[in-house]
């Protein structure tokens, strides 16, 4: 049995026809498959029913199948960046609170002190015993009690522009 559909044949040895240039129409293959009896009868059924040949509705049929499966796929991978989108920005939100949260933000000076009675840094939450040094930080809520040890004092800014002024005779 033949078919409408030759293949010229490559050009060069070991060059195929699939990379054809834009401007040659396309030509049609015949594929060749294996389907179960019942499913042979069911598309000669239908094809009659539609009065087209067979190949036209397994064409089809085909054509449809993968534009159906592009979409969905397009569709879940629209849902997924779509989804990565909102944690992203959930993240960045929750990471902007913690960040206020931080308990010395608020803090605007320390003073040195010596330990009466144990407590905890509110920095770290480390112990700091009964006469060991901490720094009480006075913030903007008189309400609002800051100790601190050692380790989370701040740092002096090591900002090369911050200068003092001299004093003024």
Same mark, same amino acid.
């Given at each position: %049995?033949?078919?409408?559909?030759?293949?010229?044949?490559?050009?060069? +040895? $070991? !060059? =195929?026809?699939?990379?054809?240039?834009?401007?040659?129409?396309?030509? !049609?293959?015949?594929?060749?498959? /294996?389907?179960?009896?019942?499913? !042979? &009868?069911?598309?000669?059924?239908?094809?009659?029913?539609?009065?087209?040949?067979?190949?036209?509705? @397994?064409?089809?049929?085909l054509e449809d199948a993968l534009k159906m499966a592009d979409r969905?796929?397009?569709?879940?991978? =629209? /849902?997924?960046?779509?989804?990565?989108?909102? *944690? /992203?920005? &959930? /993240? !960045?939100?929750?990471?902007?609170?913690?960040?206020?949260? =931080?308990?010395? $933000? $608020? *803090?605007?000076?320390?003073? +040195?002190? @010596?330990?009466?009675?144990?407590? &905890?840094?509110?920095?770290?939450?480390?112990?700091?015993?009964?006469?060991?040094?901490?720094?009480?930080? %006075?913030?903007?809520?008189?309400?609002?009690?800051?100790? @601190?040890?050692?380790?989370?004092?701040?740092? +002096? $800014?090591?900002?090369?522009?911050?200068?003092?002024?001299?004093?003024?005779?």
């Amino acid at each position: %049995m033949y078919h409408g559909v030759t293949r010229k044949p490559p050009a060069k +040895p $070991d !060059e =195929d026809d699939d990379d054809a240039s834009p401007d040659t129409p396309r030509k !049609e293959r015949v594929l060749h498959t /294996r389907v179960p009896a019942v499913l !042979e &009868e069911e598309l000669k059924r239908f094809a009659k029913n539609l009065r087209v040949p067979v190949s036209n509705v @397994v064409r089809a049929i085909l054509e449809d199948a993968l534009k159906m499966a592009d979409r969905a796929t397009g569709s879940v991978e =629209d /849902r997924l960046n779509d989804a990565v989108a909102v *944690v /992203r920005s &959930e /993240r !960045e939100t929750i990471q902007s609170k913690l960040k206020r949260l =931080d308990p010395l $933000d $608020d *803090v605007l000076a320390f003073q +040195p002190l @010596v330990v009466a009675l144990p407590t &905890e840094c509110t920095a770290c939450q480390g112990s700091l015993r009964r006469g060991e040094s901490g720094w009480l930080g %006075m913030t903007t809520d008189p309400s609002r009690r800051v100790i @601190v040890c050692g380790a989370c004092l701040p740092k +002096p $800014d090591p900002d090369p522009t911050h200068t003092e002024k001299e004093p003024t005779p």
